[in-house]
């Protein structure tokens, strides 16, 4: 059982940062690239921005590519995004989430039928 949880999300101003972090406790996730999704209210859920088990490897959407970092700490098997130049776009509930298979050195998928565990999200508003 893989357990997540997301903190760091708030209210912001456009062209305002959060960094947003995914705690997980369950599974060794040093092997397992991790990733993060967004579900605006009325759309489907989305993909923003995924990393490699080692953290070498990144990949992101085109909506967020330039603005967003996402990172990995393993020794606090803890994965952050940070989101800089916000929009109200972004606004949306952020979810970190834990792929079916180990990725190896390749990220996670962008495909979120892919990942079997997911945070509760956290709440992105940003105000124009």
């Known amino acids: 059982q893989v357990q997540l949880v997301e903190s760091g999300g708030g209210l912001v101003q456009a062209g305002g940062s959060l960094r947003l972090s995914c705690a997980a406790s369950?599974?060794?996730?040093?092997?397992?690239?991790m990733g993060w999704f967004r579900q605006a209210p009325g759309k489907e859920r989305e993909f923003v921005a995924s990393?490699?088990?080692?953290?070498?490897?990144?990949d992101y959407a085109d909506s967020v590519k330039g603005r967003c970092t996402i990172s990995r700490d393993n020794a606090k098997n803890t994965v952050y995004l940070q989101m800089n130049s916000l929009k109200p776009e972004d606004t949306a509930v952020y979810y970190c989430a834990s792929p079916t298979y180990d990725s190896g050195r390749s990220p996670a998928p962008r495909r979120f039928d892919e990942y079997d565990y997911w945070g509760q999200g956290t709440q992105v508003t940003v105000s124009s």
């Open positions: 990393i490699s088990g080692s953290g070498g490897s990144t």
């Open positions: 369950g599974r060794t996730l040093r092997s397992y690239g």
